[in-house]
């Protein structure tokens, strides 16, 4: 490969993992919205939310990690 074709396939790629990283991000912010508009009547459940959404994030980097789906 030249130099030239080998920058523009690098600019690609970066291109596409910062619109993934930009997806991602998205996801998970809106998430934590969700979960601050819920006004939790005690720290209790709010506890409890958090934890769950610690949960589902775990899971999710456990089977990126794992090369699963």
Same mark, same amino acid.
């Given at each position: %490969?030249?130099?030239?074709?080998?920058?523009?396939?690098?600019?690609?790629?970066? +291109?596409?993992? &910062?619109? *993934?990283? %930009?997806?991602?991000?998205?996801f998970w912010l809106k998430e934590v919205k969700?979960? +601050?508009?819920? &006004?939790? *009547?005690?720290?209790a459940s709010l506890q409890t939310d958090l934890?769950?959404?610690?949960?589902?994030?775990?899971? &999710?980097? *456990?089977?990126?990690?794992?090369?699963?789906?």
């Open positions: %490969m030249d130099p030239v074709q080998l920058k523009q396939l690098k600019q690609m790629v970066e +291109e596409e993992l &910062r619109q *993934r990283e %930009m997806a991602l991000l998205e969700a979960l +601050e508009a819920r &006004r939790h *009547r005690d720290l934890r769950s959404l610690a949960d589902r994030m775990d899971t &999710r980097y *456990r089977r990126l990690k794992g090369g699963s789906p």
